[in-house]
């Protein structure tokens, strides 16, 4: 218990005292899980939408792929960019690996079918019909399906919190593709394996606070943003 | 051609099958036609391709004041109510202007366009209430203010009061009766009651099977069946074929039309629309009591008003007769003119 509660004091000094690597570690993290969800949002939502109101041939086999790709593991997606961006892969050329470039590939492949399948059950808990009535009142195609977004704000809302959540936590992809490269690649959660693996547990405590607060801090904005209560345009 | 919305040649597709077929159809500016059909008939499917609103395969022409409507013109023309009262996040008041907010009017000038329809809806008490916490009712008397309140051309209404009890309903149907009168808006009104078509609709077209079999004034096609079918929608269920009756047609007549002669001495009456059968069951429904008779023909269902006392009824499989106070005669020819037959007027004959 000592370990634990002298780590958590050790922890709270060097963050109160402003540690110039924490720091950057920190921000380099927010930077990374940041991009890969804004990724993940960009290709996500839309492919999200299609799935869900859209009617094609093997709609629901991409359903159940996105589905199965919720829940894989990051070790697997780290393990294929390593081989894309590896330097004899197809895209070695490039020189990406051990860059925080290959990091936001990686985690945005992990949060993107996160948010296709959140974003597909969100707006399919909308009535049916949502879109013929908007059409129905004069909205155009478009208009009708920002207002179905609209609509599904509050899902919609938790299914980049989840994505967000999915990729600033994760640590095997990061590891991999990374590399924990000091002052380059290294996030706060391959900070705090190493750490943990040297025995500085203060600082493995540190690195994990920090973590929580920012999935905290990112989580309350969103939150914030979800439980708005605005009138529909 | 007069203001209004009209069809030619209309035809709906759906996986390989014609779910609607209408040759030609159109509502004048002011006036309101309701569609009634039984389930599956495609009023839906009829009121979604006039709107431009089909998700299916559509062709011919949809007519706004005469021409073929763009799309643009379409949805500038419309405002829709759909069976289920799809409200948006956010106050009554909020969605009552989402119609006109679409059209690009301003938050401030659609508050005060819409305020006198919510007046004329009594959804003032309401306006500031979430829709979500409104009840089936007051959502659909929401959804139909929205409606109004975007100043239609066209007004479509698909089963608006279905799943309402009587009294909300009788409530509503008067409210929008009165906030239609003097507009200049063609209203489309899919149903399947025949009273809410009395009550809105100066025209009605009968929809069975994707097609209209029939198309005129509302009191005549109501009280008017050119075939079994539209009969059974009309309510004059009770078929008697020229082989129960020894007539030359077949007749149709209501159930509350149709009686068991019960006191010998009224036989006598009018014999030729009286038919023997054998009485299979009898149910009380409190305000009338059922009476199922198997004819040689088929069934026939007679509806007596009060209770029929139990002594005065023979047993189950005994001979009765019924005696069919009020019937209409069908004639099975020429199905594919409705507007001739129903213009002939033979279809009124009254036994």
């Not at chain 2, 009756?245 to 006598?268: I, K, N």
Request: aromatic letters at 2%; charged letters at 20%; one cysteine or more.
């Amino acid at each position: 218990m000592d370990v634990l509660f002298g780590g958590f004091a050790d922890a709270i000094r060097l963050l109160l005292s402003g540690d110039e690597d924490s720091w950057s570690i920190t921000a380099l993290t927010l930077r990374v899980s940041l991009t890969a969800t804004a990724i993940a949002l960009l290709v996500g939502l839309p492919l999200g939408a299609i799935v869900a109101l859209a009617r094609f041939p093997g709609r629901r086999i991409l359903l159940a792929a996105a589905n199965t790709g919720m829940g894989m593991p990051p070790v697997v997606v780290g393990l294929f960019v390593t081989v894309l961006l590896w330097r004899s892969g197809p895209l070695g050329g490039l020189g990406l690996l051990y860059t925080p470039t290959a990091m936001i590939v990686a985690q945005a492949a992990i949060a993107t079918p996160i948010v296709i399948a959140l974003v597909a059950a969100a707006l399919q808990q909308v009535d049916p019909d949502f879109r013929v009535q908007m059409r129905g009142l004069g909205a155009t195609p478009i208009r009708a399906l920002v207002a179905l977004l609209g609509e599904a704000r509050l899902p919609l809302l938790a299914g980049a919190m989840a994505a967000f959540g999915a990729v600033v936590s994760e640590v095997g992809a990061a590891q991999m593709v990374g590399g924990n490269l000091v002052g380059q690649t290294r996030v706060l959660t391959t900070a705090a394996v190493l750490a943990t693996s040297r025995g500085q547990f203060s600082l493995a405590i540190a690195f994990g606070m920090i973590l929580l607060l920012i999935a905290f801090g990112v989580n309350l904005s969103l939150t914030l943003i979800q439980q708005q209560r605005t009138a529909p345009r | 051609m007069s203001a209004g919305i009209g069809c030619r040649d209309l035809r709906v597709h759906a996986g390989g099958r014609e779910l609607l077929s209408v040759p030609e159809l159109h509502v004048a500016s002011g006036r309101t036609l309701a569609v009634l059909g039984p389930n599956g008939a495609g009023k839906s499917t009829l009121l979604r391709a006039l709107g431009l609103l089909s998700s299916h395969r559509v062709s011919g022409q949809i007519l706004l004041d005469g021409r073929p409507a763009t799309r643009s013109q379409m949805r500038d023309a419309i405002g829709a109510v759909l069976q289920r009262p799809i409200l948006r996040r956010g106050t009554v008041a909020d969605n009552v202007i989402s119609g006109l907010r679409f059209r690009g009017v301003s938050r401030r000038e659609a508050r005060d366009r819409a305020r006198p329809w919510i007046e004329a809806l009594a959804l003032g008490p309401l306006a500031d209430r979430d829709a979500r916490s409104l009840s089936i009712g007051e959502a659909q008397r929401v959804s139909i203010t929205r409606a109004l309140a975007a100043g239609p051309r066209v007004l479509l209404l698909d089963e608006p009061f279905t799943g309402l009890d009587s009294t909300t309903r009788a409530d509503l149907l008067a409210d929008l009766r009165a906030a239609l009168t003097g507009q200049p808006t063609a209203t489309i009104m899919v149903t399947h009651d025949r009273q809410e078509a009395l009550a809105l609709a100066e025209e009605t077209a009968l929809l069975i099977g994707g097609r209209i079999r029939q198309h005129g004034p509302t009191t005549d096609v109501l009280d008017q069946p050119g075939d079994p079918d539209t009969a059974r929608l009309l309510g004059y269920t009770n078929l008697l074929p020229p082989a129960l009756t020894g007539l030359a047609e077949t007749l149709v007549a209501r159930p509350e039309h149709t009686r068991l002669v019960l006191d010998s001495h009224d036989e006598h009456d009018d014999d030729t629309r009286s038919v023997t059968g054998t009485l299979r069951r009898t149910v009380a429904l409190g305000i009338a009591t059922r009476v199922d008779v198997d004819t040689s023909a088929g069934p026939l269902t007679c509806l007596h008003p009060g209770d029929v006392l139990a002594t005065e009824l023979p047993p189950t499989g005994g001979e009765v007769r019924v005696r069919i106070r009020h019937a209409r005669s069908l004639n099975d020819a020429d199905q594919d003119e409705p507007a001739a037959r129903l213009a002939s007027g033979t279809r009124a004959s009254t036994p």
